[in-house]
């Protein structure tokens, strides 16, 4: 099992420009979770996708961050445009769920976001 | 609103002792509580849980324990080694919700 793939690694842009991260979950999975990590909020929650239906987008703080979830082996999350306030690590991952929660998430290495 | 604090930034402990890592939640509705460890570089794995049916988990070196009453768990690691200089974040969810709500995390250090 080659666990919950993200890409870039590493992403190092100006202000200003469009940025997207991309996540892969695991097979079989069908919950996907797009977190950030900054030390003041630890890892926060932005969104979580259920069956690829976004359910609970609370956690997105602006309008300049989106996600889409087009089928159950990918998924994007986007910032246009983007700020330095934006750096942080941002998580991707995913669990099987199927009859609500209580399982565990699998994370995958993350995206270090620097915006210049 | 953190409704899940993990209050101590950092630990430092020596090998071979027991390591306390701490966290306390607010919502009364968190029926599933896990742990996770954070390497550099590398994104969290999952450790241990405990369901709030129970007060006590324990997996090899790992103990979680469960106090409802005072809406509080706790990581026992005995004994500390060197492998396990982490962060560790809490994490709760409650029932019928897909919502992990993750503490702020502990950095900690274990002394050779």
């Known amino acids: 099992d080659a666990g919950v793939i993200q890409s870039p690694r590493h992403e190092v842009t100006e202000m200003g420009q469009e940025v997207t991260l991309r996540c892969k979950p695991i097979?079989?999975?069908?919950?996907l979770f797009w977190y950030r990590q900054t030390m003041m909020r630890g890892l926060e929650l932005l969104i979580y996708f259920n069956n690829n239906v976004p359910i609970d987008d609370s956690g997105m703080p602006e309008d300049r961050f989106s996600a889409k979830m087009p089928n159950a082996s990918f998924s994007t999350l986007k910032i246009q445009p983007s700020e330095p306030r934006d750096s942080a690590v941002y998580f991707c991952?995913?669990?099987?769920?199927?009859?609500?929660?209580?399982?565990?998430?699998?994370f995958g290495s993350g995206t270090q976001l620097s915006v210049l | 609103d953190q409704q899940v604090k993990q209050n101590s930034p950092s630990l430092s402990v020596q090998e071979g002792r027991i390591s306390i890592l701490n966290c306390d939640y607010t919502n009364s509705m968190f029926d599933y509580f896990l742990w996770y460890k954070k390497y550099p570089a590398e994104g969290p794995t999952f450790l241990i849980s405990?369901?709030?049916?129970?007060d006590k988990n324990e997996d090899g070196r790992f103990t979680v324990f469960l106090n409802k009453s005072a809406k509080h768990l706790s990581l026992h690691i005995v004994p500390s080694q060197p492998g396990d200089s982490a962060v560790y974040f809490c994490?709760?969810?409650?029932?019928?919700?897909?919502?992990?709500?993750f503490g702020t995390g502990t950095r900690l250090k274990v002394l050779a």
């Open positions: 405990i369901s709030s049916i129970k």
């Open positions: 097979s079989g999975h069908n919950s």
């Open positions: 994490a709760a969810n409650g029932r019928g919700t897909y919502k992990y709500i």
């Open positions: 991952a995913s669990s099987y769920q199927p009859h609500g929660a209580n399982e565990k998430l699998f």
